[in-house]
């Protein structure tokens, strides 16, 4: 399974951006899917997460701007981001994440640069 990110950029602030989260197989039907983000001097955080079941989960700093969403025939999970901030500024990574009896089944994609401009 390879992932695919795309979908960054260079935007003003307020501004918006949508990413894209491709997979090769069909994994994200069965998969949790994420998207982090990690900026230059900080540790990868978590952003926004759809469950195989379609539930989602927010960054408490991302809540009300950013929405996360999937298309099971495409295979692709997508993060929305509206009024984007300067502090939104990091490589987003997403990743698809599932458990088996072997343990976590986790796959990455390579990154995509947002950078919001104030």
């Known amino acids: 399974v390879q992932l695919q990110a795309s979908g960054g950029g260079l935007v003003q602030a307020g501004g918006s951006l949508r990413l894209s989260c491709a997979a090769s197989?069909?994994?994200?039907?069965?998969?949790?899917g994420n998207w982090y983000r990690q900026a230059p001097g900080n540790q990868r955080e978590l952003v926004a997460t759809i469950t195989s079941g379609g539930s989602t989960n927010y960054a408490d700093s991302v809540k009300g701007r950013f929405t996360i969403s999937r298309d099971n025939a495409n295979d692709t999970v997508y993060l929305q981001m509206n009024s984007l901030k300067p502090e939104d500024t990091a490589v987003y990574y997403c990743?698809?994440?599932?458990?088996?009896?072997?343990?976590?089944?986790?796959?990455w994609g390579q990154g995509t640069q947002v950078t919001v401009s104030s």
């Open positions: 197989g069909s994994i994200f039907s069965i998969s949790d």
């Open positions: 990743n698809s994440q599932r458990k088996s009896w072997l343990g976590p089944i986790i796959y």
